[in-house]
């Protein structure tokens, strides 16, 4: 199994330099493919911010990624979850976090927009400090 960087994945979905893209298309055809729950992360950001891709763009391309047979991630169901939060208008890392966090009791933050995005969500509490 390979584990993957970040400009891999955006290579891959962006095909903005074609030689290095056809080598992360390499790659993904013939490995086992990890990529860490850091690198999503970042990948998310990196289209958000530097391609300024849409929320949807973004939620199709990595699940078409994630959904390949031979690519592998630490928390499937997380990611998967945190993706459709995600695709309803959920900040990325915001719904990772949750996501993430379902086996507690309570998720407790500042952010007064989370608690206001993330009630009828089926996850745990979500409350103010």
């Known amino acids: 199994m390979i584990a993957v960087d970040t400009n891999v994945?955006?290579?891959?979905?962006?095909?903005?330099?074609?030689?290095?893209?056809?080598?992360?298309?390499?790659?993904?055809?013939?490995?086992?493919?990890?990529?860490?729950?850091?690198?999503?992360?970042?990948?998310?950001?990196?289209?958000?911010?530097?391609?300024?891709?849409?929320?949807?763009?973004?939620?199709?391309?990595?699940?078409?990624?994630?959904?390949?047979?031979?690519?592998?991630?630490?928390?499937?169901?997380?990611?998967?979850q945190a993706l459709e939060w995600f695709q309803t208008g959920m900040d990325f890392a915001d719904a990772w976090h949750l996501a993430l966090s379902q086996h507690c009791e309570e998720f407790t933050t500042f952010d007064q927009k989370l608690v206001k995005r993330s009630p009828n969500k089926g996850i745990t509490k979500v409350s103010l400090l």
């Open 9 to 80: 994945l955006v290579r891959l979905l962006i095909q903005d330099n074609q030689p290095q893209a056809a080598k992360a298309e390499q790659l993904f055809s013939q490995h086992k493919i990890f990529i860490a729950d850091t690198v999503i992360l970042e990948t998310e950001w990196v289209l958000r911010f530097a391609y300024k891709m849409t929320a949807d763009d973004i939620y199709l391309g990595l699940s078409q990624i994630l959904g390949l047979e031979n690519v592998f991630v630490r928390d499937q169901f997380a990611i998967q």
